[in-house]
């Protein structure tokens, strides 16, 4: 498709266990951002790349969140040890490049909603 | 009881009316920003930017008023339709980062 797809849409998932969320950018973007969406919340920042730069992870909020993103492309959000406040959306977006003023424009994606029981 | 947070600012308007969404932003240094439209259970959806350099821009029904010496931005749309209903963001960026901020939101209600 031409936009940002994340997958799962939605999981369910015991407390304790880890998660993985996928996202996969529009084409030929090389920025590619991590937020999380709590409900009725505003977007929280998790996790930014850009091209073959170390990730920007000042808004992890715990050791137990991980991401890495392949080949330029694909990002994976990993959340271990799973608790109850980790239920929210997470949404990943996705923008062309950071020189100029229309790469600036960020494209979001559906969001995977977790729940975390 | 209440729960904090759940209740977003709310804007209730006539189908046809003309909205005016107003956001409040922190960094003096940020140098561009974005409104987005976020309906009930999709992903936040790119409305229309404007940089620091300008202080107007219009799209389809809708301008941003940008006012760097109050740090206030604003979203207004033209004819207000059910279908505007959804919350809207705001976000900045800039001051050396490349990462947007956002602001908390403001619910739109359009009624019939």
């Known amino acids: 498709g031409a936009g940002v797809s994340q997958s799962p849409s939605n999981k369910v998932t015991e407390k304790g266990k880890d998660v993985e969320l996928r996202c996969d950018p529009i084409s030929g973007h090389t920025a590619l951002y991590w937020y999380r969406q709590s409900l009725g919340q505003g977007l929280e920042f998790l996790i930014y790349f850009q091209g073959n730069s170390a990730p920007d992870k000042s808004g992890l909020p715990s050791d137990r969140f991980s991401a890495e993103r392949t080949g330029g492309s694909v990002s994976t959000l990993t959340i271990q040890r799973t608790q109850q406040e980790d239920s929210a959306v997470y949404l990943c977006?996705?923008?062309?490049?950071?020189?100029?003023?229309?790469?600036?424009?960020?494209?979001f994606g559906e969001g995977s909603w977790l729940t975390v029981v | 009881g209440e729960s904090v947070g759940l209740h977003l600012p709310t804007l209730s308007v006539q189908e046809g009316d003309n909205s005016i969404i107003n956001c409040a932003y922190s960094n003096s240094a940020s140098d561009y920003f974005i409104w987005y439209k976020q309906e009930s259970g999709k992903g936040p959806q790119f409305i229309i930017d404007i940089r620091s350099n300008m202080d107007k821009r219009q799209g389809q029904r809708v301008t941003v008023l940008l006012n760097k010496t109050v740090k206030h931005l604003s979203l207004q749309i033209a004819a207000t339709q059910p279908g505007d209903s959804a919350v809207y963001f705001c976000a900045e960026k800039g001051g050396g980062s490349y990462i947007p901020t956002f602001g908390r939101g403001t619910s739109l209600i359009v009624h019939p």
């Open positions: 977006a996705s923008s062309p490049d950071r020189g100029s003023f229309s790469g600036n424009t960020i494209y």
